[in-house]
């Protein structure tokens, strides 16, 4: 090959590897829309809580029950616990005692829980549910980078108080869960509305 030709072919080459490099410049790349996870979230199918605690209710069969075994934990605390989600509701049971003050330190204890996620929170809703009992429920939603999204609390006033809350064990931000949450959060009101408390 004569150095003429092999001239030719490297200012080819060279052309080509310049034109194929120009195509794919940063003026002409559009980025990829960020992907999300995707969820398959099966019809609901409920089952009643065991007897074993002074509440019952009916709870989504593809969750399971798990004890609460953190060190600061009472008796009747445990977790309604999503394996395919990684997200768990806690419940927090006391007892009243028929003790106005005791009442009213348990509501303001749960209220404070809530409000340490004012930080993060970009919006905090109230709604108040009457429950097929007859008693109310307060659902407080909590929108934003939180570690709880759905809490609620409810109490006959003189024997029972129960608290909720539901939590992700994922570092998945919580816009790209919003179809889990409110997934999940249907368990709670359908939970609120099959609550009993037992004698």
């Known amino acids: 090959m004569t150095k003429t030709v092999v001239k030719y072919v490297l200012i080819l080459l060279t052309g080509l590897f310049t034109a194929a490099c120009g195509s794919n410049s940063s003026d002409n790349y559009t980025p990829k829309p960020k992907g999300y996870p995707r ?63 005791r009442l009213r330190a348990m509501l303001e204890d749960a209220y404070k829980l809530a409000a340490r996620h004012n930080i993060k929170a970009y919006a905090i809703e109230e709604k108040k549910i009457r429950m ?52 999940i959060r249907k368990d709670i009101v359908h939970l609120l509305n099959t609550l009993k408390w037992r004698k």
């Open 39 to 101: 969820f398959d979230l099966p019809e609901p199918s409920y089952q009643l809580l065991e007897p074993t605690h002074p509440y019952q209710f009916e709870y989504n069969k593809i969750a399971r029950i798990l004890p609460d075994t953190f060190a600061r934990s009472e008796p009747h605390w445990i977790f309604i616990n999503y394996p395919a989600y990684h997200a768990s509701v806690q419940l927090t049971y006391k007892p009243v005692r028929n003790d106005i003050n």
């Open 132 to 183: 097929k009992s007859g008693l109310e429920a307060s659902i407080i939603d909590l929108s934003g980078e939180v570690p709880s999204q759905v809490q609620f609390v409810t109490t006959d006033s003189t024997t029972n108080f129960l608290r909720g809350a539901l939590y992700f064990n994922t570092a998945t931000e919580n816009d790209s869960l919003q179809p889990v949450i409110q997934y």
